[in-house]
């Protein structure tokens, strides 16, 4: 059976604007160190880069459905990225991006 996919929409709250390499780079730590190696591959993550917003530092973060409550727990224990404290904010959960778009206004 086809694993159901769900879209995060999530918005980085921070002083300076955060980069999406950056980003990038603090989600898959905080992933790794919450759900562990194992989980983290069966939750199937997976960050759209060409939906990444760094005017609105909003983003899209794909991942299995049974997973999203996990995963919005460890975008949450996310408090800095380099020398910036952040706040990551899960504005959506949705099943395609095309709905996740017109709802957040992308």
Known sequence: MKEKKR???FRVHSDEPV???NMKNAVWNSLENWLG???LAKANIH????LWDGRK???FLKCSHKFVDEVKVGLGLIHQIGDS????QSLRVTGTIKS???KTGR
């Open 47 to 50: 960050i759209v880069k060409n």
């Open 37 to 39: 190696e194992r989980e």
């Open 85 to 88: 404290r952040v706040i990551f």
């Open 100 to 102: 996740g778009k017109e």
């Open 19 to 21: 980069n999406f390499p």
């Open 57 to 59: 530092q909003k983003g």
């Open 7 to 9: 879209y995060i929409i």
